[in-house]
């Protein structure tokens, strides 16, 4: 529909997902409750950042800036999207330095760490080959790009999560390609929602104060989504339809984008 030349623009705002096809999807690899009992972390937000320089840094410097962080307090770090297996850091390097950082600074605090490997490849094989890498290595979480990857990538892995006990931070790379322009593609509530079928524990939903595009009420609006069993229509806040996920686990909305404009 979106290739005919009839149409000048056109949007997909919201989709209703019937129960029973719901179902038939695993969704997230465990969900924000049993994320937080293998963390042992309750009651608060988990708080992490994401390594920068995000390019230039050796693998034995960017674990040692892992470590620095994560000894500072925060429960988790990330590889941004871009960092992946370039010449001057290879991702094998970089799971072995980092995995040492998070077992360093585990001693130290007394507390679970974990750092988001960026497992994502140009190859599904390479994919799961680098998530097989990670969970050897004994770390608890691995990332993707789920839609420069692509859903059918985004779901093998999410399953492979599952029965391996890692949890899998999705990162939305290319989403603004998609959903930002207004009056043309898809709203990211619908990919939100494509995102809790597909599988991942936590996802990117911006911040509305960071530097992100992002209204206030609109965001809060797909934070439920992603977090909420059962979800009442209310379209102040974009929420088009009633939305019942069953027995699909939630998601856990991660506020990124920063908190400065």
Avoid at 209 to 221: A, N, P, Q, S
Wanted: aromatic fraction near 10%; proline fraction near 3%; hydrophobic fraction near 40%.
């Amino acid at each position: 529909v979106f290739g005919f030349k009839a149409l000048r623009a056109l949007r997909l705002e919201d989709l209703r997902i019937p129960s029973a096809y719901a179902k038939t999807f695993q969704g997230p690899p465990h969900g924000i409750q049993v994320e937080r009992d293998k963390l042992n972390k309750y009651g608060r937000p988990l708080l992490g950042c994401t390594i920068k320089p995000k390019l230039g840094l050796s693998a034995k410097n960017y674990g040692r800036a892992v470590y620095e962080c994560l000894r500072g307090g925060l429960d988790f770090t990330k590889d941004d999207e871009n960092v992946n297996s370039q010449p001057f850091m290879r991702w094998r390097d970089r799971f072995l330095f980092c995995a040492e950082a998070i077992y360093k600074s585990q001693a130290e605090t007394g507390e679970i760490k974990g750092h988001y490997l960026n497992a994502t490849a140009g190859t599904c094989e390479e994919m799961i080959k680098r998530a097989v890498f990670a969970r050897e290595l004994g770390v608890p979480i691995v990332m993707h790009d789920y839609l420069t990857g692509g859903f059918t990538a985004n779901t093998s892995l999410a399953h492979y999560c599952r029965d391996n006990g890692l949890l899998l931070h999705i990162h939305r790379a290319m989403h603004a390609v998609i959903d930002r322009q207004k009056n043309h593609g898809i709203h990211f509530r619908v990919l939100a929602k494509a995102l809790r079928m597909s599988g991942g524990d936590h996802i990117h939903s911006g911040t509305v104060v960071g530097k992100l595009e992002g209204e206030r009420d609109i965001t809060l609006g797909f934070v439920d989504l992603l977090r909420d069993d059962f979800i009442e229509k209310d379209r102040s806040r974009g929420i088009y339809f009633t939305q019942d996920w069953v027995s699909l686990p939630g998601v856990l909305p991660v506020a990124s984008g920063g908190i400065h404009v």
